[in-house]
């Protein structure tokens, strides 16, 4: 989607100041851009929101570092004070290295293994989020042979529905994440008992691209009622973590959460109980800031459809083929060409590897220069070298800067990259 900083000067798609026709010619394509100041601006915004609902120190926003980890991108975030919400010992290890504290970091996830756990522990995150009494006992042994209290909140399913793509939904009871609601008490009774275990937080985290704020507050005030309960039976709770999943405009008539609103109704819900809140954004900061730039390679006209052939592919950009998820593409030159039907698609064997179907686009030719929109989250991070095919370019642009922010890989460093033993030659 066109955003403040990612539009069209006449006529030619610019990411902030750069024109996006040079930045093709200088980094090659297929390119990830990302617009720095929209990166900030997107995390500041949380900040804002809820500082004018609560004091500045009731508050951390942790950004979930799986939708973009570039070292680049959580040095923008961190610098405008946010926190990090990891969920694996590798994306720990690129939070810390990227200068967030430790104290700022919650660590999510289904299935962290005994070294990953170890290393939390020993670092005092902020918090961890368990997922199931297993993981709970296996924390409670680790802390104690540490000899260390590890900070734990219980990752509750709330059994709301999203309302979004049902790969993103994460709180129904159906879903793989969380612990059912009804069964958080006993399990926080049973946490009391373990001598290394300080059961301080209560987590949910319902989906992803959210669009609105009805499903939240039925999880926080089911989370809220869960927090009373808790606290009527002798639990300390100091911590709501609400999670993240807000939406962006992936569409031009999304309309994404206001956050003014949303910070509203947590307060409202949430304030009364005088908790620390935690939150999770991921997409909604960097989704919309981000962009693949991407040339035609050829127009291959069927009997019934017209294929756009483009030089980014599935490998680049998994999200249509996974989750049949809608990436606008526009041309990086407004023109008036006719408008024609066409599919877009990536040239990678598979069938799947289509952006989109029966567009209507300005009639293309091969070396003419596309964006693909809102692919700033769950973009590079799920990309692959599937097809022996070099994983694209990073560049961050800020104002007329620009630069490289990952090395290039090339097939040369792929195939070196494989062993072949003597015993098979
Ligand atoms: C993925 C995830 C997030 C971030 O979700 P977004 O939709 O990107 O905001 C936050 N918290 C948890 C636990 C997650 O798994």
New binding site residues.
């Given amino acids: 989607m066109i955003t403040k900083h990612i539009k069209y000067k006449k006529n030619k798609l610019h990411i902030e100041g750069m024109d996006a026709e040079k930045l093709a010619e200088k980094y090659g394509t297929p390119l990830y851009c990302y617009a720095a100041t929209h990166i900030k601006e997107n995390a500041e915004a949380y900040k804002k929101a809820f500082a004018k609902v609560m004091p500045k120190n009731r508050f951390t926003v942790c950004y979930?570092v799986?939708?973009n980890s570039n070292q680049s991108l959580l040095t923008l975030i961190r610098k405008t004070g946010a926190g990090a919400?990891v969920?694996s010992g590798g994306e720990l290890q690129r939070a810390l290295t990227a200068g967030i504290a430790p104290q700022k970091i919650v660590y999510?996830?289904v299935g962290k293994s005994e070294k990953e756990l170890t290393a939390a522990i020993k670092l005092d995150l902020l918090q961890i989020?368990i997922e199931s009494e297993v993981e709970l006992e296996r924390i409670s042994r680790i802390a104690q042979k540490l000899r260390k209290t590890a900070r734990i909140a219980l990752?509750v399913n709330p059994d709301v529905d999203a309302k979004t793509h049902h790969k993103?939904s994460?709180g129904k009871k159906e879903d793989k994440?969380g612990i059912d609601i009804g069964d958080a008490l006993r399990i926080y009774n049973r946490a009391k008992k373990m001598p290394a275990i300080a059961a301080t937080g209560v987590?949910v985290?319902i989906?992803?691209?959210?669009l609105h704020i009805a499903p939240y507050k039925r999880a926080y005030q089911r989370v809220a009622k869960l927090v009373k309960d808790l606290r009527n039976n002798g639990h300390a709770i100091t911590t709501v973590d609400i999670?993240?999943?807000?939406?962006i405009r992936q569409h031009e008539k999304d309309m994404p959460i206001n956050l003014d609103a949303y910070a509203k109704m947590v307060r409202d819900v949430l304030g009364a109980l005088d908790v620390h809140i935690v939150m999770?954004?991921?997409?909604?900061i960097v989704?919309e800031a981000g962009v693949v730039l991407s040339r035609v390679v050829s127009v291959k006209k069927g009997h019934h459809k017209t294929f756009v052939i483009i030089d980014a592919a599935m490998n680049d950009l998994v999200r249509p083929a996974m989750y049949d998820a809608y990436h606008a593409i526009i041309p990086a030159k407004k023109s008036a060409r006719r408008r024609m039907t066409c599919d877009i698609v990536g040239p990678v064997c598979e069938t799947s590897d289509v952006f989109l179907k029966g567009e209507k686009f300005p009639a293309m030719q091969a070396g003419d220069l596309v964006a693909i929109t809102c692919a700033g989250?769950?973009g590079t991070v799920m990309s692959s070298t599937y097809n022996t095919r070099p994983r694209a370019n990073e560049v961050l642009v800020k104002g007329t800067k620009s630069a490289l922010i990952r090395k290039e890989e090339t097939v040369r460093s792929l195939i070196a990259a494989d062993i072949v033993p003597k015993w098979v030659a």
């Fill in positions: 979930a799986k939708a919400d969920v999510s996830g989020n990752r993103i994460t994440f987590a985290h989906g992803s691209q959210i999670g993240g999943g807000i939406g999770e954004p991921g997409r909604s989704g989250a769950y």
